[in-house]
């Protein structure tokens, strides 16, 4: 079964090494990044969220209008407008992409940023309210005539919409969340639910964790996503020389007045504790070691707090390739990968990464039997700069 490889567009350059070039909305990067990822040969590409950011959805419809073949995942907080009207907007984007979005529902892991959209529920009556809002977004998406609903959170009448999305029964509903409440959900709704980088042993613990949840919910097994950050380099000298570089730059980073960590200075904290379990998670990974398995490093996490997508492949890309193979061993169906120079990243992605995974995939698709090496720490980085192993 192909893998499926999902980036990251954003709605203008930068990232947590450098200073942005101060444009909040920069069309040309936008198209430009745009492409670059479809020529990669990314299935999807992230349009991501936040109380502060561009709106994603106009984002995404830019991207769309400016690419072919390039799907955008959508990242969505429940709560923030009302089901129906949430449904026809990914309905109508669906029409005019010709079938090419997905939803990412992030129910939402920090109380500060919360409230500054409005919303102050606990974060177990935010998973009760997005279990509630996505059973009314699919059926807006697939009822053929008009329903009621009467909830803890919402209440509509007669409701039926003249738009329906391209992609039947509906569009793809991906999740993320590491909390018990998030499996219980997830499980419950997710076509597709999505991780970040683990060592392989606490992701396996996971995804049976979704999958036990999707049983108790009467539905199938879940796609997993698992999502990094590979650094690559031509040589293991050249990859590790390049991974401490991005820790420093970020480092310094840290306190820039223009920086991106000003910019969600609520998301990346290193030295608060982070409300989320999936930071909680990643933290604790750090703790326990620098490096673990093939190539999963951790600094990058414990440096900023584990905000969000932190923890990094670092090799040659065939190292990185092999580390990924590793995930889709133990069930990982998507790989979301997106970069520190973000731009470059994905180009070399899709030059040196992606076509190693995708022929390993399809030499199994075949039958044939699978080109793969033991799972060690590779020797030239822990030789070069003493990391630690967990």
Known sequence: MPVEFIGLVSAAEGSETGQTSGATVDRDFVRRFARAHEDAGFDKALIGYSSSS???IQVAAYAAANTERLGYLIAHRPGVVFPTVAARYFATLDQFSAGRVAVHIITGGNDAEQRRDGDYLTKDERYDRTDEYLDIVRKAWTSTGPFNHDGRYYKLEDYLSTVRPVQQPHIPLYFGGSSAAAYRVGGK??????????????????????????????????GISVSFRPILGPTEKLAWERAYDILRATRANLDAPNGIFRQFRVRYSPTAAPQNVGSQRLLATAAAGELHDRALWTPLAAATGAAGNSTALVGTPETVAQALLDYVDIGVTTLLIRGYDPYNDAVDYGRHLIPLVRAEVARRDRGEAANRSAIAPVPAALAAHGASTG
Not at 190 to 219: K, S, Y
């Open 54 to 56: 561009p709106d994603n």
């Open 189 to 222: 709704q997710a076509d597709v639910f999505a991780l970040w980088g683990e060592p392989l042993a606490e992701t396996a613990e996971q995804i049976a964790a979704v999958n036990q949840a999707a049983a108790d919910a009467g539905r199938p097994k879940p």
